[in-house]
């Protein structure tokens, strides 16, 4: 400027006495007269001062970095608390870097004034300790985000200010834990890993221990230490042996013992079978199952009793069968048998009393039916017959009327094919019917005897015989007291297998047809 007018250089000026002033925003302003006469001028180089201000930066509490970066001037501090400096004036940008964190400000120096700015983050520190050696943790913020991770103890400084969550790992086991981080101070944070122990024993010893995740942790006898407190399942595995589920509650600072005997997985099976045979009354085979069981562990409370009752209940199943077919004499000798085991078995007992009543009766009804006329008669007629030895005789009852049966196995043998040929029916005392019948055979004859009388009121007895002639001489039936037509040539099979055949075949055809005939 001359005279407060803008000029250029080589512009021309009045002559005589001038103000020169320049000015420039970064610079301090120059000012000088001037006498100008004819001719030009050359003022040289004129060096401008720079102008300054004072920039003051503060932090609390120290920045990790401080960065202060203008046009013409810029400086980082390492844990500084700040500065006070005279810089160029400019706009400045400032950045305070902490641990966990940064804040940043833009500052404008004028010439010859304090430009001041001072960070105050709201942070704090976390102290972490741990009172097991070798556990780690991870430090995440409100939003799930990892802060900071390594080994405890730790310290964690600089955190901005809220609450964090603590996941601290050992061994596999973890914990978590909330700290609250305020400004201008230190959180002290323990975590604490506690644990209990557990004392494993076995009967045979030896069987490896199982955590419930499947992990093995050793052979019994052992004893496991750093085990969480709270509910812990284990299973004993050894072979030839049950596993054996295991459920201890373990306690802080304290040593839980558990013992047990391992039990023989043949005993298991067998005693498994014991008692499905005995549920489903086969008591032969429940008993040589209990009785495996015994063999593997003789002084076993539960084989003894599985063995006490079949014992018990097969000699009331035979006493049963027994009586059932009137073999009285037999069922009571299992149901005394059966007492002997079982004193105070009341089916025993009424079974008892009534089979013996039964075998009284029937020793009277025996010796009434040695003595029915039936028999007699069949007897008497069967002996006087040479050849009647030769062919077993047979007996069969019913509770059938007298006429009923008669006419029942009349029509039997007649209804069947071939047919039989009454040649002989009669009655030859009251209450008795006879029959004589032929059956033509292919290369013999096929001869029935039956014999039967009214025994008692709600009894018929039937007694039968099947005699087998082949081509031969002529024979004479019921010893001729009953005159019989038969064929010329015929003579009592021979006990070769094809005559065998013969008689069983006539026995089993009589058999059948008498059956349908009383039943």
Request: charged share 25%.
């Given at each position: 400027?001359?005279?407060?007018?803008?000029?250029?250089?080589?512009?021309?000026?009045?002559?005589?006495?001038?103000?020169?002033?320049?000015?420039?925003?970064k610079a301090e302003p120059f000012s000088t007269n001037l006498f100008i006469w004819y001719g030009p001028h050359h003022l040289g180089e004129i060096a401008l001062k720079r102008s300054t201000g004072t920039l003051s930066v503060q932090s609390d509490p120290a920045a990790a970095l401080l960065t202060i970066m203008g046009p013409e001037f810029a400086i980082t501090l390492t844990n500084s608390a700040g500065m006070t400096r005279t810089v160029p004036t400019d706009q400045y940008a400032l950045e305070a870097?902490?641990?966990?964190?940064?804040?940043?400000?833009?500052?404008?120096?004028?010439?010859?004034?304090?430009?001041?700015?001072?960070?105050?983050?709201?942070?704090?520190?976390?102290?972490?300790?741990?009172?097991?050696?070798?556990?780690?943790?991870?430090?995440?913020?409100?939003?799930?985000?990892?802060?900071?991770?390594?080994?405890?103890?730790?310290?964690?400084?600089?955190?901005?200010?809220?609450?964090?969550?603590?996941?601290?790992?050992?061994?596999?086991?973890?914990?978590?834990?909330?700290?609250?981080?305020?400004?201008?101070?230190?959180?002290?944070?323990?975590?604490?890993?506690?644990?209990?122990?557990?004392?494993?024993?076995?009967?045979?010893?030896?069987?490896?221990?199982?955590?419930?995740?499947?992990?093995?942790?050793?052979?019994?006898?052992?004893?496991?230490?750093?085990?969480?407190?709270?509910?812990?399942?284990?299973?004993?595995?050894?072979?030839?042996?049950?596993?054996?589920?295991?459920?201890?509650?373990i306690a802080s600072d304290q040593t839980v013992s558990f013992r047990t005997n391992l039990v023989s997985s043949a005993y298991v099976r067998a005693m498994n079978d014991a008692r499905q045979y005995l549920q489903s009354a086969d008591y032969d085979r429940a008993l040589e199952a209990a009785s495996v069981a015994l063999r593997i562990a003789p002084s076993d409370e539960a084989a003894a009793t599985i063995q006490k009752q079949a014992t018990v209940q097969r000699r009331l199943q035979r006493a049963e069968?027994?009586?059932?077919?009137?073999?009285?004499?037999?069922?009571?000798?299992?149901?005394?048998?059966?007492?002997?085991?079982?004193?105070?078995?009341?089916?025993?007992?009424?079974?008892?009393?009534?089979?013996?009543?039964?075998?009284?009766?029937?020793?009277?009804?025996?010796?009434?039916?040695?003595?029915?006329?039936?028999?007699?008669?069949?007897?008497?007629?069967?002996?006087?017959?040479?050849?009647?030895?030769?062919?077993?005789?047979?007996?069969?009852?019913?509770?059938?009327?007298?006429?009923?049966?008669?006419?029942?196995?009349?029509?039997?043998?007649?209804?069947?094919?071939?047919?039989?040929?009454?040649?002989?029916?009669?009655?030859?005392?009251?209450?008795?019917?006879?029959?004589?019948?032929?059956?033509?055979?292919?290369?013999?004859?096929?001869?029935?005897?039956?014999?039967?009388?009214?025994?008692?009121?709600?009894?018929?007895?039937?007694?039968?015989?099947?005699?087998?002639?082949?081509?031969?001489?002529?024979?004479?039936?019921?010893?001729?007291?009953?005159?019989?037509?038969?064929?010329?040539?015929?003579?009592?099979?021979?006990?070769?297998?094809?005559?065998?055949?013969?008689?069983?075949?006539?026995?089993?055809?009589?058999?059948?047809?008498?059956?349908?005939?009383?039943?």
């Open positions: 400027m001359l005279d407060g007018q803008r000029i250029m250089s080589g512009q021309p000026i009045p002559i005589g006495s001038h103000q020169l002033s320049i000015s420039h925003p870097q902490y641990g966990h964190g940064r804040l940043t400000q833009s500052i404008s120096v004028t010439p010859n004034s304090v430009a001041s700015w001072r960070f105050a983050p709201r942070i704090g520190n976390l102290q972490l300790t741990c009172n097991q050696h070798g556990a780690t943790y991870q430090l995440l913020n409100a939003d799930g985000v990892v802060v900071e991770s390594g080994d405890l103890p730790s310290t964690v400084r600089d955190l901005p200010e809220g609450s964090y969550k603590v996941v601290a790992l050992r061994h596999g086991d973890q914990r978590e834990e909330t700290a609250l981080v305020q400004r201008g101070s230190t959180k002290n944070l323990e975590v604490k890993f506690t644990y209990g122990s557990a004392m494993l024993e076995s009967e045979p010893s030896g069987a490896t221990v199982e955590t419930s995740d499947g992990r093995s942790r050793g052979r019994t006898p052992i004893r496991l230490d750093e085990l969480r407190p709270g509910r812990w399942e284990f299973v004993l595995h050894r072979d030839d042996y049950e596993p054996a589920q295991v459920s201890l509650d069968g027994f009586g059932k077919r009137g073999e009285y004499t037999r069922a009571i000798g299992e149901l005394e048998s059966a007492l002997e085991v079982a004193p105070d078995n009341d089916r025993a007992r009424q079974l008892l009393a009534d089979f013996k009543e039964r075998e009284r009766a029937q020793a009277e009804r025996r010796q009434q039916e040695q003595t029915s006329r039936a028999k007699v008669m069949f007897d008497a007629f069967m002996a006087k017959n040479n050849d009647s030895g030769l062919f077993e005789g047979h007996e069969l009852k019913t509770s059938k009327s007298l006429a009923d049966v008669e006419s029942g196995i009349m029509n039997a043998l007649q209804g069947t094919m071939p047919a039989f040929v009454i040649n002989q029916h009669g009655s030859l005392e009251p209450n008795t019917f006879y029959i004589d019948a032929r059956q033509e055979l292919p290369k013999g004859l096929r001869q029935c005897v039956v014999i039967a009388g009214q025994t008692f009121p709600d009894e018929v007895q039937v007694f039968w015989k099947v005699l087998e002639y082949e081509k031969g001489q002529s024979t004479s039936v019921l010893g001729g007291l009953v005159s019989v037509s038969t064929n010329v040539g015929l003579t009592p099979v021979r006990q070769t297998r094809s005559g065998q055949y013969q008689i069983t075949e006539g026995i089993e055809l009589v058999r059948g047809l008498l059956q349908r005939a009383v039943e």
